[in-house]
């Protein structure tokens, strides 16, 4: 297992100690623990779940091509 050395200010320090102490869990816990979450390369189950969910969800080929005339402009 490796290690890693943070520097945090006083502020921050405090705020990861009471996190993890409200979490019953070590502060390296913590804090490898929120690094796993917003650093996975992976959609979330939760998100995978709304997938084709939308029925009126406009796809691809339903959007306007790109030489459609555009709405009139006001000159300035």
């Known amino acids: 297992m490796s290690q890693i050395t943070l520097y945090l200010d006083d502020a921050t320090q405090s705020l990861v100690e009471q996190a993890a102490q409200a979490h019953g869990v070590s502060k390296s816990r913590w804090v490898a623990d929120l690094i796993r979450k917003h650093a ?34 006001i000159g300035f």
Do not use: I, Y
């Open 40 to 73: 996975a390369h992976e959609w979330t189950q939760d998100c995978l779940a709304l997938a084709g969910r939308f029925s009126d969800f406009p796809l691809r080929e339903d959007a306007p091509s790109p030489t459609a005339s555009d709405a009139p402009r």
